[in-house]
């Protein structure tokens, strides 16, 4: 006979076996609605995993409706769910509004998929409409060079597309490439769409600050003027340590500057100046970073014993 406390615990521990064996065969994951309504009135509703891809979305949306899934354009609120994006909701389903393309836009945006350079053949009216061609310009801003001429001046659609992808202002009219509203949002984007702006922009010390944050990189398009601005360069080499290369003779003295550079990528050390070279506890904050730096340093620090340790340390 087991005693009551041997029982208690018996029972306890098959209460925990059930336990695991309920979780070793899996619960459902858990669903989302989507109420879907046309244009015309309600579709029906699909259900779907939480977390579910939008393409795999539409998918299901298709078998309910019988509306390939390449026409369909899926919108919630006033934003379009893209293809590679989650469907997800805090209440557990999500209203949403069914917009048809026709089967024309659906099989050119297919074959941009396929290789954007076919859209060379598209229909002109097609290369010409705004929608398709910011839609085209989802799967890559490469789409937008076989836009029409109009449509490379539109300043809506470039708007739009450059706050998508700011490499988009290459294919910009030149008019657009100097509209300082269009560039801030471009490099705001992509910092080195600078390289698309005129001589007037690549000076401008605000454009020029927001494409250096976003890409320090940047700062090999900015002009020669600002390339000595220690705020700029430091600016940059905080999110590109190597942009250091780029500033003038006098900021690759400033210490502050070379070290913010070296912090973020000890290889900056190259370009510092002869005197920081040697600075011993600059070194090291580069060798930490990156230990190949120090062969960069000066002579006297190159055999540095806590230097060289640094460097064995990480198996050089």
């Not at 899996?26 to 579910?52: E, F, M, Q, W, Y």
């Not at 050119?108 to 929608?131: I, K, Q």
Request: hydrophobic residues 50%.
């Amino acid at each position: 006979m087991r005693s009551a406390a041997a029982l208690a615990d018996w029972h306890e521990w098959e209460e925990e076996s059930e336990k695991e064996r309920v979780i070793a065969k899996g619960t459902p994951s858990p669903k989302l609605k989507l109420h879907i309504a046309g244009l015309a009135g309600r579709l029906g509703t699909v259900a779907v995993d939480v977390g579910t891809e939008v393409r795999v979305a539409k998918a299901a949306v298709e078998a309910a409706t019988g509306i390939p899934w390449r026409e369909q354009r899926l919108i919630v609120g006033t934003e379009e769910l893209r293809d590679g994006e989650v469907v997800q909701s805090e209440t557990g389903f999500v209203e949403v509004t069914l917009i048809r393309r026709s089967p024309e836009v659906a099989e050119w945006l297919a074959r941009a998929e396929e290789s954007v350079s076919l859209l060379e053949y598209a229909p002109p009216a097609l290369l010409a409409n705004r929608e398709f061609m910011l839609e085209a310009a989802q799967v890559s801003e490469k789409a937008l060079h076989y836009a029409s001429l109009d449509l490379k001046a539109d300043r809506h659609a470039f708007l739009a597309a450059v706050h998508v992808n700011g490499r988009a202002l290459a294919h910009a009219s030149p008019e657009l490439q100097a509209d300082r509203e269009v560039v801030m949002v471009a490099v705001r984007n992509f910092g080195c769409a600078l390289a698309y702006t005129p001589e007037s922009l690549r000076a401008d010390h605000a454009v020029v600050s927001a494409a250096v944050a976003q890409d320090g990189m940047a700062l090999f398009h900015a002009q020669r003027e600002l390339c000595a601005h220690r705020g700029v360069v430091l600016t940059a080499v905080r999110q590109c340590g190597t942009a250091l290369m780029r500033a003038a003779p006098a900021v690759r003295c400033d210490r502050e500057v070379v070290l913010a550079a070296v912090s973020q990528d000890g290889r900056a050390l190259e370009y510092a100046s002869a005197t920081l070279l040697g600075d011993h506890d600059l070194v090291r904050t580069a060798v930490q970073k990156h230990p190949a730096a120090l062969r960069f340093a000066a002579p006297a620090l190159q055999t540095d014993p806590e230097l060289q340790a640094l460097v064995r340390a990480a198996g050089l």
